[in-house]
């Protein structure tokens, strides 16, 4: 019996009181200004000396840049809170656009600064990084002193920035409010996306297929605006890379997750060699579920006739009772998180799909969002994003910047979580039926990111080349995503889900771009370090924590070779890491062998 009941509705009040309409908040944005502004001021009359006497001055600027950079994360956090929460919030949309010009301002002065950077030779620049004050920024500093000799001139780089806002960004805006006016009819119910999703995990195949028919034709209804958006945002962000010189698509994706294109490579040739366990899973399902093949609605449907449902408060007691078998740190984030109201996960209309873990760094919270229905797949969502937050926690005792993580190693800390809560289900299962639909749970999230994210980065691949030869078309995007699934689900789907392109918002985030392939890694790395963890038990969460707090501040190879002894760019990693996958498959397999 727990001693705390958990409310499912998150505390915005605590951080700005009010929401859309707070004083609090109008005010935060107006001192934001002012901080960009004053830290514009200080960039712009640094002359760099070219002598160890910029130590002082650069780590003035760095004091500034930290509480800039807080104030609009900040603003940030909250927005997006406030839309998530509230899909017709038109006045959140509007401070949306707000914040959308504070960060676009703070990128001009980034930009500005990033320059001053580059008028620092090297010689002086190695003097400089050696300095017992700036030794513990160094590789941020160098990574962003490279990139900036990479772009073009300060003036240029602003213009795009300005630019932006209402080209690129707009553009991503504009898929927002697209997807809150989407309604999906549902038993004389009119459901937002959100909640149309969440059917695809019914167990009843006639409600998957009966809402998946809905879903294509709402998608298809706003095709041609969607592909529009796609197109235009795309359009821009190749006409950035075209001036700066950049032919490869991958170039900044790479860059922004600090991995090698031979990581990349060698992990997508890794999971293309070893798909014929997955296959085989799908394949089976199919049986099981009386089918010949399945379907793409078919992809998130529990096996057999039971279904296991836990509600708000049983899950939290799950989630928080497994993070504490494996540390007491995970432990103690978990209960603050719960008891603190850190979680949206209401089912309600009007909110967003998805899930999301955001920051703010100056109230040191976090802020979770989901719709929570009870099932397998929602507990273990919940404990994804409970990582997050726990990644963010365990940097805590970082300096400001080096507390920016890549999204690829972001992931890893959430797939770690939801690793320690799933591995956690099948084993308490009491039952076989049971333990093959929690096993059936875990094996869909291994299709999903083995798969599903393997099919995005095709489709973005194939798109971004043929974008860049002309806009192309909403037919055409149809046939790419096709494409891009049936080849990355080996074919053994009936049917496919070519508007896939319109309904993931994911190809419309303007901040990440192929925002897929980190997924996958995270997925794959998290695995290496699980396996590890299983290996040296409970004593492990310290290493752990060590791992988290270097994942800002080196490549992703680094890292690995650091705290795992792995090299990414060879197969041994990889292979060790699926079999994790494909053991569950096989365990799957015998256990049906004979249903």
């Not at 959140?92 to 620092?120: C, M, N, P, R, Y």
């Not at 992809?299 to 540390?327: C, M, V």
């Not at 603050?336 to 209401?346: G, K, P, S, V």
């Not at 726990?390 to 970082?398: C, I, L, N």
């Amino acid at each position: 019996m727990t001693a705390t009941t958990y409310k499912d509705v998150w505390d915005l009040d605590i951080l700005f009181n009010g929401g859309s309409a707070s004083e609090a908040f109008a005010n935060h944005l107006t001192e934001t200004s002012e901080s960009i502004s004053a830290f514009e001021k200080k960039v712009n009359k640094w002359s760099p000396l070219n002598t160890t006497e910029d130590v002082g001055k650069l780590n003035g600027l760095l004091e500034e840049f930290e509480q800039t950079a807080k104030m609009i994360r900040q603003a940030g956090a909250f927005v997006s809170c406030l839309q998530a929460q509230n899909t017709n919030d038109k006045s959140a949309k509007s401070l949306q656009a707000k914040v959308t010009s504070l960060s676009a301002a703070f990128q001009t002065v980034l930009t500005g600064f990033d320059s001053k950077l580059t008028e620092i030779n090297d010689t002086v620049w190695l003097k400089l990084m050696e300095d017992p004050s700036l030794r513990g920024v160094s590789f941020v500093l160098t990574e962003r002193k490279e990139r900036a000799q990479e772009k073009l001139s300060k003036a240029e780089e602003a213009l795009i920035n300005s630019l932006g806002v209402d080209g690129y960004h707009g553009w991503g805006q504009l898929y927002d409010l697209i997807v809150g006016s989407i309604k999906i009819p549902f038993e004389g119910q009119s459901l937002s996306v959100g909640q149309a999703f969440n059917k695809f995990s019914n167990p009843d195949r006639e409600v998957r297929k009966g809402i998946f028919e809905k879903w294509e034709e709402a998608w298809a209804e706003s095709s041609d605006l969607l592909a529009k958006t796609l197109n235009h945002l795309s359009g821009f962000r190749l006409s950035v890379y075209e001036q700066r010189g950049w032919e490869e698509v991958l170039k900044e994706p790479l860059h922004l997750n600090r991995m090698k294109k031979e990581t990349l490579d060698m992990m997508w040739k890794v999971i293309s060699d070893n798909k014929e366990p997955l296959v085989k899973y799908l394949d089976r399902k199919a049986k099981l579920l009386g089918v010949e093949k399945l379907s793409w609605y078919d992809l998130d449907a529990p096996y057999g006739k039971t279904e296991s449902k836990a509600s708000y408060q049983e899950g939290a007691d799950f989630i928080l009772e497994h993070f504490a078998r494996f540390g007491e740190e995970m432990a103690a984030f978990g209960r603050m998180a719960f008891e603190e109201q850190w979680i949206e996960a209401q089912d309600r209309p009007g909110k967003a799909p998805g899930g999301f873990h955001t920051y703010f760094p100056e109230s040191k919270q976090s802020r979770i969002f989901m719709t929570y229905s009870g099932t397998p797949s929602n507990i273990s969502t919940l404990a994804h994003e409970l990582g997050h937050g726990f990644h963010t926690y365990a940097m805590r005792g970082q300096h400001y910047l080096n507390r920016n993580y890549a999204m690829n190693v972001a992931e890893t800390a959430s797939t770690f979580a939801e690793a320690i809560v799933s591995d956690a289900a099948v084993k308490k299962a009491t039952t076989t039926e049971e333990k093959l639909a929690l096993l059936d749970d875990k094996i869909q999230r291994s299709v999903a990111l083995l798969m599903n994210i393997h099919a995005r980065f095709l489709f973005e691949s194939s798109f971004y080349q043929e974008r860049k030869q002309g806009p192309v078309s909403t037919e055409r995007l149809n046939e790419l995503m096709l494409s891009a699934q049936k080849e990355a689900y080996c074919g053994a789907l009936d049917e496919y889900h070519p508007m896939f392109w319109a309904s993931k918002l994911h190809f419309f985030i303007t901040g990440v771009p192929f925002y897929n392939f980190p997924y996958t890694f995270g997925y794959l790395f998290s695995l290496g370090i699980y396996g590890q963890a299983l290996e040296e038990g409970k004593g492990y969460e310290e290493k752990y924590i060590a791992l988290l707090e270097d994942s800002a501040s080196m490549t992703v190879e680094d890292l690995a070779q650091k705290h795992l002894q792995e090299d990414l760019t060879k197969a041994d990693f990889w292979e060790k890491a699926l079999k994790v996958c494909i053991d569950d498959i096989e365990e799957f397999l015998e256990l049906t062998e004979n249903k």
